[in-house]
């Protein structure tokens, strides 16, 4: 079973002209999966994110939540949980446990469920022995309390929207490889959204890239990086006169790293894989010798900014014109 299915979401916020946030996204999210949206500011990730949770309502499309339509809002409280970005998703006057107690009272849970359920997020996450307000806690440990009030529901579906931002590096590093046990042994089916691509990398089974409130990408994300992989290129060669002309260069906007001996190691992205025998040739023409070729495969983060770039609309004429200065 799907824990959630995403069909031809749509959400126009009227105004003048219409805002059009979310436009036709589609997708689908296995259980025990954790699946990433991607997407520059304004893309429509959260907005994506509030109509999946009916927090806002979509103009268009469906959202099943574990088989059922999320519109079924006792079922969707039963099986979904998030945690959004901000600071309201606890209260800062009350301690770890409080918070939890709190939360598993509105939702409900039976209390003998809920001393069991408290007792295990407090000891998963390290926070059994806090027993001051939350507001004098740490970021770090803010946000765990945050998740923590989140799984004391026990749903099995779990939306976090940028869980690690504003975390320094130390609570950073504590808090993914909890979100990771989450969905290895706890069996967590997670969504969700972050700028941070060490986190995404760390992290995601899938990568959604949406842009402009579409999807224009979905895949692993090493497969994410190798889109690119036919394209790009190390060329390693040793040249005559320990240099290629600037002309050469920058015609083929090729990045140069020296190695010593005469050789130098070129990074090029080729518009078409057909274009590295043509490269080849102009190397040759140089006297260039050919010591290596190797496809260059990008981090996650070059990727996804390479295909950001790439998807991003074509400037009109007169855009084009401004740029480049001209007037009429």
Same mark, same amino acid.
């Given at each position: 079973m799907?824990?959630?299915?995403?069909?031809?979401?749509?959400?126009?916020?009227?105004?003048?002209?219409?805002?059009?946030?979310?436009?036709?996204?589609?997708?689908?999210?296995?259980?025990?999966?954790?699946?990433?949206?991607?997407?520059?500011?304004?893309?429509?990730?959260?907005?994506?994110?509030?109509?999946? /949770?009916?927090?806002?309502?979509?103009?268009?499309?469906?959202?099943?939540?574990?088989?059922?339509?999320?519109?079924?809002?006792?079922?969707?409280?039963?099986?979904?949980?998030?945690?959004?970005?901000?600071?309201?998703?606890?209260?800062?006057?009350?301690?770890?446990?409080?918070?939890?107690?709190?939360?598993?009272?509105?939702a409900?849970?039976?209390?003998?469920?809920?001393?069991?359920?408290?007792?295990?997020?407090?000891?998963?996450?390290?926070?059994?022995?806090?027993?001051?307000?939350?507001?004098?806690?740490?970021?770090?440990?803010?946000?765990?309390?945050?998740?923590?009030?989140? /799984?004391?529901?026990?749903?099995?579906?779990?939306? /976090?929207?940028e869980?690690?931002?504003?975390?320094?590096?130390?609570?950073?590093?504590?808090?993914?490889?909890?979100?990771?046990?989450?969905?290895?042994e706890?069996?967590?089916?997670?969504?969700?959204?972050?700028?941070q691509?060490?986190?995404?990398?760390?992290?995601?089974?899938?990568?959604? #890239?949406?842009?402009?409130?579409?999807?224009?990408?979905?895949?692993?994300?090493e497969? /994410?990086?190798?889109?690119?992989?036919?394209?790009?290129?190390?060329?390693t060669?040793? #040249?005559?006169?320990?240099?290629?002309?600037?002309?050469?260069?920058?015609?083929?906007?090729?990045?140069?790293?020296?190695?010593?001996?005469?050789?130098?190691?070129?990074?090029?992205?080729?518009?078409?894989?057909?274009?590295?025998?043509?490269?080849?040739?102009?190397?040759?023409?140089?006297?260039?010798?050919?010591?290596?070729?190797?496809?260059?495969?990008?981090?996650?983060?070059?990727?996804?900014?390479?295909?950001?770039?790439?998807?991003?609309?074509?400037?009109?004429?007169?855009?084009?014109?401004?740029?480049?200065?001209?007037?009429?």
């Amino acid at each position: 079973m799907f824990a959630l299915e995403v069909h031809d979401l749509r959400k126009t916020y009227p105004a003048k002209p219409p805002v059009d946030a979310v436009q036709g996204v589609s997708f689908m999210v296995p259980e025990g999966q954790i699946v990433a949206l991607l997407g520059p500011n304004g893309a429509g990730k959260t907005t994506t994110l509030k109509c999946i /949770l009916n927090l806002v309502r979509p103009t268009a499309g469906a959202v099943r939540v574990y088989g059922r339509d999320h519109n079924d809002l006792r079922h969707l409280y039963r099986h979904a949980a998030a945690v959004l970005e901000g600071n309201r998703n606890i209260f800062w006057r009350l301690t770890p446990r409080q918070n939890l107690e709190v939360f598993a009272a509105y939702a409900g849970v039976p209390p003998r469920a809920a001393r069991d359920a408290i007792a295990r997020w407090l000891a998963f996450f390290g926070l059994e022995d806090l027993d001051r307000e939350t507001r004098n806690l740490s970021r770090g440990q803010q946000q765990k309390v945050a998740l923590a009030a989140a /799984l004391v529901k026990s749903t099995p579906l779990l939306a /976090l929207d940028e869980p690690t931002l504003g975390l320094d590096v130390e609570a950073k590093r504590e808090l993914v490889p909890l979100i990771r046990r989450l969905a290895r042994e706890e069996g967590k089916t997670i969504l969700l959204t972050s700028h941070q691509m060490d986190v995404v990398e760390a992290l995601a089974d899938r990568v959604i #890239v949406i842009q402009d409130g579409r999807v224009i990408v979905e895949d692993s994300p090493e497969g /994410l990086r190798r889109l690119f992989d036919a394209q790009a290129y190390r060329i390693t060669v040793q #040249v005559p006169d320990h240099a290629l002309p600037p002309a050469f260069l920058a015609r083929w906007h090729a990045q140069v790293e020296p190695r010593g001996n005469g050789e130098v190691t070129l990074r090029v992205t080729l518009p078409q894989a057909q274009a590295l025998y043509r490269l080849l040739d102009d190397l040759e023409a140089l006297g260039a010798v050919l010591r290596a070729v190797e496809p260059d495969l990008p981090d996650l983060e070059e990727a996804y900014l390479r295909l950001i770039r790439q998807s991003a609309p074509a400037p009109t004429p007169a855009s084009a014109s401004l740029v480049g200065g001209s007037h009429a």
